[in-house]
């Protein structure tokens, strides 16, 4: 298949032709990658499962695996779903657009490729301008999930989509690069109480203080399984090198990369020194750094953790856990001691 890729930074979204003949792709059951604030998601319209079945195909994602349904106005909700209790209302009013997916029952009109057999939908409103045109001119919502190959490192830049899409979808739509860079917080609004299915920027902190309410850390998040979000059970984000997370003091942990760096024999080792920069700024960068990792050939990967005290820190190690396929160390003091 041939990929149109069109470069629409720098242009206004409402003028660009580029993005109303993405748009019009879409409308006919087309693939379209575009840009979001957290990573490019591959789109197609949501309520066509002949389109929505083609994203699994591409992405070669397993086809129990829900996909998150954008929206770019809150009337259109009401499409997706029946049942807008007031804490919904509220949490969108907040926070969309933004990078905070709710998971709601559904109407029967979306189809059950799209949610994975489930009853429920997963909705959101992008805060890109070039996704919410997109959206807007195709007429319809769009179903997507994050526009790589599954199981790869989630796409951060255009040139991640290109690599990974190139040939076996319809357009590509290059846009600036995704400024949080790691995905949606997922918060389950079906039960009695709100509950995090993926941790994201939206703290569990921010949603609890907008409801008056408490809001739940599904269990077993940064565990291997964690069976309430169907998507976490895959593996996720592996790049190609075999990759170790290091926690503890900085100084131990330091100690403990020179130890092995020295001990490497001729083994390529790359260091993503998260714990470096604050949480947000590590999370913008993190997977763009796995892809560098993997296109400089390096056999292993040894990354330092980001406070997990902090919540953006905690939703960066939730992603860097499954990176590591949860290769994770804790580098104790007596290590530190031994190697001075
Ligand atoms: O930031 C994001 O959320 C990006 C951009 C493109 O919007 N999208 C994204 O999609 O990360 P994806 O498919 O890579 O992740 C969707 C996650 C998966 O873990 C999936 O299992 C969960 O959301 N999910 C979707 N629908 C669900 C549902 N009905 N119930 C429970 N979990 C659901
Ligand atoms: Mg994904």
């Known amino acids: ?43 197609a319209d949501a309520l066509n499962s002949r389109a929505v079945s083609k994203i699994y195909e591409a992405k070669g994602r397993p086809s129990d695996n829900p996909i998150i349904v954008h929206i770019c106005r809150l009337e259109d909700l009401q499409l997706l779903t029946d049942d807008i209790a007031d804490d919904v209302a509220l949490l969108a009013k907040e926070f969309w657009p933004g990078p905070l997916t709710m998971i709601l029952p559904k109407k029967s009109l979306v189809p059950s490729v799209t949610t994975g057999g489930l009853n429920t939908v997963a909705v959101r409103m992008p805060d890109s301008e070039v996704a919410l045109e997109l959206i807007r001119q195709s007429g319809t919502a769009v179903a997507a ?55 994201g920027i939206i703290t569990k902190e921010a949603l609890s203080r907008a409801l008056s309410k408490d809001v739940e850390i599904g269990g077993g998040i940064q565990e291997e399984e964690a069976p309430r979000s169907p998507g976490t059970k895959y593996a996720h984000y592996r790049p190609k090198a075999e990759m170790l997370l290091l926690k503890g003091r900085r100084r131990a942990v330091l100690n403990e990369i020179m130890r092995l760096t020295a001990e490497s024999g001729n083994k390529k080792i790359g260091v993503i020194d998260v714990a470096a920069e604050s949480p947000a700024e590590a999370a913008k960068s993190f997977f763009d750094k796995l892809r560098q990792m993997d296109a400089a050939g390096m056999d292993l990967i040894i990354a330092t953790a980001p406070d997990e005290n902090d919540s953006v820190g905690f939703a960066l190690m939730n992603r860097m856990l499954k990176a590591a396929g949860h290769n994770c160390r804790s580098v104790t003091e007596g290590e530190e001691e031994a190697s001075l």
Do not use: W
């Open 145 to 199: 999930p994050s526009a790589n190959i599954s199981g790869s490192p989630s796409p951060t830049k255009g040139e991640h989509v290109v690599a990974d899409l190139d040939g076996r979808i319809d357009v590509i739509l290059i846009g600036e690069d995704c400024r949080v860079g790691i995905e949606s917080t997922v918060l389950d609004m079906t039960g009695s109480s709100p509950v995090i299915l993926r941790p």
């Open 1 to 43: 298949m041939k990929t149109q890729i069109y470069d629409v930074r720098n242009k206004d979204a409402a003028k660009a032709e580029e993005i109303g003949e993405a748009a019009r792709v879409l409308k006919d059951g087309g693939l379209v990658a575009f840009p979001t604030e957290t990573v490019y998601g591959l789109g």
